[in-house]
């Protein structure tokens, strides 16, 4: 049981870094845990020299897929888009099969999350999300 | 069938274990409260498939084989079980199908469709599963027809009410309603949708998929006009299910699974349908999930009342006790819990209600439950699910209450 709910998750889980209200069409992507029917609306601003600024997101979501989102919001800015997207490559290849090492931080947390399949799609939720911001992104230029 | 319940008269005090034992799966340390997701299956179907295979094995109808006589015989008698299960006037009237979802597709397809046009009207109920909302919505795409839902009372059932009002007798042309709700967990009463549905002149199909293991079915006292099912929600295997159609509205419905065992004559352009039911069942049987069905009818018809006294007892007890908790609001009305209970849990989303539970030996379901718009109307995403059969007990309601609590402590 603990192996999932561990301290850092959960702190994460109560007290969301990035969290906030992004109302229905201004988003700059969505995602949907078809599973359960959980989602996310995505909203990155992003610095002059084009680093992330600030993460927001609005999600309707399990203790996992919000701290997966709230981990994701602190670690990733400042960061640029090709470096995020790098990360997301990493995070997906990861979970659930290397997992993390300690460089990876809080992200730690989701080592184990392979005895809960069903539990992977919420970790990935928000990496979804931010995966098609920045392909829309990409296709604003 | 040693297996086989000894009947207990209403009254005397119902002895769960006594169900408990031909379900092997039930040795594992679990609380199986995930019945209306798909139940256990006892000893006597899980045998019967397994002579089926060891013992007749062959295709049926076309095999001049002894085996093949004796697979097409248990087969066609497993087809007039599900007959006099349901109330059928004939065996005919049944057919095979892979379930409840490929049961409704069928007649959605093979019949709704071609009778459903312009300006027509479509009525689902605000509570149906998926698989009888998501094929209504294909049935009125394109063609100028749309889609009505029968809405809720503010306790959780169907106001039939404002259906009754709602109905148009020159475009109200099908009704497709729920007997029993997956999430709310009474029972509908579908005679009455059925009287004013076809005093406006619309046919009716019912899914009958979280009833059939709990409540007597009889098609002929609901006056539907199809009724569809499931083996595996009613111990029978998954894979299997039957719809029922009035014969005379068999006879016009079109098949739509074209090929084997489907035909009469087919020649190098055209062909001919073999008779009612078997043009609706192109391609092999699933004759051992037939088989076990039947075997699940037989397991079921020889429940004693008590059992269902018990599983109806079991889901007002749990809704009582968790609706007395603090941050829990149960869903559905109070009264006519046929088996389940739908729940939330303030402040702890429903999949991580789950997965403790899951950490303390128990299963229930958790999510929309293919139930989406219903969810909306309920304003929420998400719920808990936990649903009752014969083989459960009352300290299973303790050990989902501790793990519910054990939830908010953690979350919290």
């Given at each position: 049981?603990?192996?999932?709910?561990?301290?850092?998750?959960?702190a994460h889980?109560?007290?969301?870094?990035?969290?906030?209200?992004?109302?229905?069409?201004s988003?700059?992507?969505?995602a949907l845990?078809t599973?359960c029917?959980?989602e996310i609306?995505l909203?990155?601003?992003w610095?002059?020299g084009?680093?992330?600024?600030r993460?927001?997101y609005?999600?309707?979501?399990?203790?996992v897929?919000?701290a997966?989102a709230?981990?994701?919001a602190?670690?990733?800015?400042?960061?640029?888009?090709?470096?995020?997207?790098t990360?997301?490559?990493?995070?997906?290849?990861?979970l659930?099969?290397?997992?993390?090492?300690?460089?990876?931080?809080d992200?730690q947390?989701?080592?184990?999350?392979?005895?809960?399949?069903?539990r992977?799609?919420?970790?990935?939720?928000?990496?979804?999300?931010l995966?098609?911001?920045l392909?829309n992104?990409?296709?604003e230029? | 069938?040693s297996?086989r319940p000894?009947s207990?008269?209403?009254?005397e005090?119902?002895?769960?274990?006594?169900?408990r034992?031909?379900?092997?799966?039930?040795?594992r340390?679990?609380?199986?409260?995930?019945?209306?997701?798909?139940?256990?299956?006892?000893e006597?179907?899980?045998?019967?498939?397994?002579?089926f295979?060891?013992?007749?094995?062959?295709n049926?109808?076309r095999?001049?084989?002894?085996?093949?006589?004796e697979?097409?015989?248990?087969?066609?008698?497993?087809?007039?079980?599900?007959a006099?299960f349901?109330?059928?006037k004939?065996?005919a009237?049944?057919?095979?199908?892979?379930?409840t979802?490929?049961?409704?597709?069928?007649?959605?397809?093979g019949?709704?469709?071609w009778?459903?046009?312009?300006?027509?009207?479509v009525?689902v109920?605000a509570?149906?599963?998926?698989?009888?909302w998501?094929?209504?919505?294909e049935a009125?795409?394109?063609?100028?027809?749309?889609?009505?839902?029968?809405?809720l009372?503010?306790?959780?059932?169907?106001d039939?009410?404002?259906?009754?009002?709602g109905?148009?007798?020159h475009?109200?042309?099908w009704?497709?309603?729920?007997?029993v709700?997956?999430?709310?967990?009474a029972?509908?009463?579908?005679r009455?949708?059925?009287?004013?549905?076809?005093?406006?002149?619309?046919?009716v199909?019912?899914?009958?998929a979280?009833?059939?293991?709990?409540?007597p079915?009889d098609?002929?006292?609901?006056?539907?006009?199809?009724f569809?099912?499931s083996g595996?929600?009613?111990?029978?295997p998954m894979?299997?299910?039957?719809?029922?159609?009035?014969?005379?509205l068999?006879e016009?419905?079109?098949?739509?699974?074209?090929g084997?065992?489907?035909?009469?004559?087919v020649?190098?352009?055209?062909?001919t349908?073999a008779?009612?039911?078997?043009?609706?069942?192109?391609?092999?049987?699933?004759v051992?999930?037939a088989v076990?069905l039947?075997?699940?009818?037989?397991?079921v018809r020889?429940?004693?009342?008590?059992?269902?006294?018990?599983?109806?007892?079991l889901?007002?007890?749990?809704?009582?006790?968790?609706?007395?908790?603090?941050?829990?609001?149960?869903?559905?009305p109070?009264?006519g819990?046929v088996s389940?209970?739908?729940?939330?849990?303030?402040?702890?989303?429903?999949?991580?209600?789950?997965?403790?539970?899951d950490?303390?030996?128990?299963?229930v379901?958790a999510?929309?439950m293919?139930?989406?718009?219903l969810m909306?109307?309920?304003?929420?995403?998400s719920?808990?699910?936990?649903?009752?059969?014969?083989?459960?007990?009352?300290?299973?309601?303790?050990?989902?209450?501790?793990?519910?609590?054990?939830a908010?402590?953690l979350?919290?």
């Amino acid at each position: 049981m603990n192996d999932i709910y561990q301290a850092t998750l959960l702190a994460h889980a109560k007290n969301p870094h990035g969290a906030g209200r992004v109302p229905a069409g201004s988003e700059d992507a969505e995602a949907l845990n078809t599973a359960c029917g959980d989602e996310i609306r995505l909203k990155l601003s992003w610095t002059s020299g084009g680093g992330l600024e600030r993460m927001t997101y609005e999600l309707h979501g399990c203790a996992v897929s919000m701290a997966s989102a709230s981990m994701a919001a602190r670690r990733l800015e400042g960061m640029l888009p090709s470096e995020i997207a790098t990360m997301a490559a990493a995070f997906a290849a990861r979970l659930g099969h290397a997992g993390f090492a300690e460089e990876w931080g809080d992200f730690q947390a989701f080592n184990g999350i392979e005895k809960y399949p069903a539990r992977i799609h919420c970790a990935m939720l928000v990496w979804q999300a931010l995966e098609k911001a920045l392909a829309n992104k990409r296709n604003e230029k | 069938m040693s297996e086989r319940p000894e009947s207990a008269g209403k009254g005397e005090v119902f002895d769960p274990g006594s169900i408990r034992r031909p379900f092997a799966i039930l040795n594992r340390d679990l609380a199986w409260l995930d019945n209306a997701a798909t139940t256990q299956r006892p000893e006597p179907v899980l045998k019967a498939m397994d002579q089926f295979y060891r013992l007749h094995n062959a295709n049926t109808r076309r095999s001049v084989h002894r085996l093949g006589a004796e697979a097409t015989a248990a087969y066609e008698g497993a087809r007039a079980a599900v007959a006099a299960f349901i109330g059928a006037k004939s065996p005919a009237e049944i057919v095979f199908t892979g379930g409840t979802t490929a049961s409704i597709n069928l007649a959605v397809a093979g019949f709704a469709r071609w009778e459903i046009g312009p300006g027509d009207e479509v009525w689902v109920s605000a509570m149906e599963h998926h698989s009888n909302w998501v094929p209504w919505q294909e049935a009125v795409k394109g063609v100028g027809a749309s889609l009505k839902v029968i809405p809720l009372t503010s306790d959780g059932r169907l106001d039939l009410a404002a259906f009754r009002k709602g109905l148009s007798a020159h475009r109200a042309k099908w009704v497709a309603a729920t007997w029993v709700s997956n999430v709310l967990g009474a029972a509908n009463d579908v005679r009455a949708i059925c009287a004013a549905a076809h005093a406006a002149g619309a046919r009716v199909l019912v899914d009958g998929a979280q009833g059939v293991a709990h409540l007597p079915a009889d098609v002929a006292a609901m006056d539907c006009d199809f009724f569809a099912f499931s083996g595996h929600k009613m111990y029978g295997p998954m894979g299997i299910g039957a719809l029922w159609g009035r014969g005379e509205l068999l006879e016009q419905m079109h098949p739509s699974i074209f090929g084997g065992e489907m035909i009469a004559r087919v020649d190098e352009q055209t062909s001919t349908w073999a008779e009612v039911p078997y043009r609706f069942e192109g391609g092999t049987p699933h004759v051992a999930g037939a088989v076990g069905l039947a075997a699940a009818i037989e397991w079921v018809r020889a429940l004693p009342p008590a059992a269902h006294e018990h599983v109806a007892n079991l889901a007002r007890e749990a809704a009582e006790r968790l609706a007395a908790l603090k941050d829990v609001r149960v869903w559905g009305p109070a009264e006519g819990r046929v088996s389940l209970v739908s729940f939330s849990v303030k402040g702890v989303h429903a999949h991580d209600v789950a997965q403790v539970l899951d950490s303390r030996g128990i299963a229930v379901r958790a999510g929309h439950m293919c139930a989406q718009p219903l969810m909306r109307r309920l304003g929420i995403e998400s719920a808990v699910r936990a649903s009752f059969a014969p083989y459960n007990t009352t300290d299973e309601i303790r050990r989902l209450l501790e793990g519910v609590r054990a939830a908010q402590e953690l979350f919290t």
